[in-house]
């Protein structure tokens, strides 16, 4: 275990960066504002605070970022660290993905400090799950599970603007706490696509493993969850939804209408649920024994998806 003592970002690739106090780290993204964050396996860079202080040791006047790393923690020689190594500073979770790199030419960095180790003594690292880190936060090695964690958006008009109680919402909270889930955020919004899919984004972004929708998935011109829950997913997952429709059916031919659908955005599953207490009951005690294992194989915690 080592501490943070350094987080440095930079607007342009090859370039120095600079020091910043504390950071938001964006799943499967990277540090916000950073150059280096993208969809691709090299989102954050570390370096150790040794391999630093042994280079100003032999002359080098160098400081946190100059080398164009984003992390700097102590007790760690990171290039010693397996690719899958899983690290942990509060809520958020990085996987290394690449020891060290090759230089084809001497970059920006190179040029103005007469050598770059960040080829030969960084890593580089995806987010698996985002959140703040500081400077002074504890970094450690970790093998365990990102915490199945959740977040309730309701979708109504009306209960929005107080004309009436939300009660799915806190039904939904009941029943997955139950079920082992932690839920982070519970919101109540108005019928609005943009609202709600820049809601979804920001659950995604945060690297929240189930967030659940209520509401919003019949036929009335404000009914807009699908569209919004479309727009954020990458990749639609139908069979939820088929699920839910099925067994609804069995207390009400009128579940034929729902809209519902389920998808995946970064490594979050977003489903949504209709919008009485009663459905949302029929419909999570349906779907969410098999859920949890989706979510894991969607994270990286287990490789088993046909149950052989």
Known sequence: MGKIKAICISEKRGTKKY??????????????????????????????LEE?????????????????????????EFKKLPIGTRLKSGEIFLEITQIGKECHAHCEIYK?????????????????????LKIGDELKITDENISLDAAIITSSDRSFSGEREDLSGPKIEEILTAEGYKVIEKIILPDEKEKLSAQMKKFADMGIGLILTTGGTGFSI????????QEVC???????????????MKFTPR????RAVSGICKRSLIVNLPGSVKAVEQCLKIILPTLKHGIEILRGETQNCGGK
């Open 19 to 48: 020091q910043v106090e504390s950071a938001k780290f964006v799943t499967e993204y990277g540090i916000e504002g950073d150059a280096h964050a993208g969809n691709w396996h090299r989102q954050v860079s570390l370096l150790g």
């Open 52 to 76: 630093i202080e042994n280079f100003r040791k032999r002359g080098g006047n160098v400081k946190f970022g100059d080398f164009g790393e984003n992390i700097v923690a102590d007790e760690f």
């Open 112 to 132: 103005q400090v007469g050598d770059c180790i960040m080829p030969r003594e960084g890593v580089f690292a995806r987010v698996l799950h985002g959140g703040n």
């Open 222 to 229: 404000r009914d807009v969850t699908p569209e919004a829950t």
């Open 234 to 248: 990458t990749r639609m997952t139908p069979g939820i939804s088929e699920a839910m429709r099925a067994e609804s």
């Open 255 to 258: 579940a034929m209408l729902s």
